[in-house]
């Protein structure tokens, strides 16, 4: 009995954020979902800013859903005693630190460039993944209904996670789009003796 690491593949639609955004994206959290996530509420009141940083890092590198929708905050703010149903997402540190490789974007706005090969190994890369886990323009399985309508329904979405803790002037369709990458997972592996 022991381990064994392979590289799995990972690819999805989402949001992309570099390091730097993230890092202003953090700062703006910290800000304003106090009314909604009161371990940083607690946190900001406690430590640093560099901790609550600190904080939101670990959680991208856990991958959970552990960041309040930037639509909620908005809502808590006229009615604080309830919860939308949808409150939380994620966001997944794509980066050596969790040993990503091979990642690769290709946004939705056609002045991007249409693919970029990023370098994970070098820089961090932030992703908010979407909702929904099928290709998002395709047909799924036996209900034979899109995932999306639309893209405009996916950055909707994204905007209603990210909006507010992202600048008033932030391009959203340069930074939606789909994106491939390999894991680093470990599992267990027994080897069975006859």
């Not at 994206?25 to 430590?47: P, Q």
């Not at 959970?64 to 005693?81: A, C, G």
């Not at 899109?146 to 369709?173: G, H, Q, S, V, W």
């Amino acid at each position: 009995m022991g381990k064994v690491s392979i590289f799995c593949p990972v690819s999805d639609y989402g949001l992309l954020l570099s390091q730097e955004e993230f890092d202003a994206f953090s700062k703006a959290y910290i800000e304003k979902a106090c009314i909604g996530d009161e371990e940083i509420c607690k946190l900001k009141k406690s430590h640093t800013i560099e901790d609550c940083f600190g904080e939101l890092h670990a959680r991208a590198l856990d991958g959970e859903d552990n960041f309040v929708y930037s639509q909620v905050i908005e809502f808590l703010k006229e009615t604080p005693l309830v919860w939308p149903t949808k409150s939380w997402f994620n966001i997944d540190l794509i980066g050596d630190e969790n040993e990503c490789q091979g990642f690769f974007f290709s946004p939705f706005k056609t002045e991007a460039e249409c693919f970029q090969i990023l370098e994970a190994d070098e820089e961090n890369y932030y992703v908010v993944p979407c909702d929904k886990n099928y290709s998002v323009f395709e047909k799924r399985g036996d209900k034979d209904e899109l995932t999306y309508e639309n893209r405009d329904e996916l950055i909707d979405e994204m905007k209603a996670k990210t909006k507010i803790y992202l600048p008033n002037d932030f391009d959203f369709e340069a930074h939606i789009g789909y994106f491939e990458y390999c894991k680093k997972e470990e599992f267990e592996w027994s080897e069975e003796k006859n």
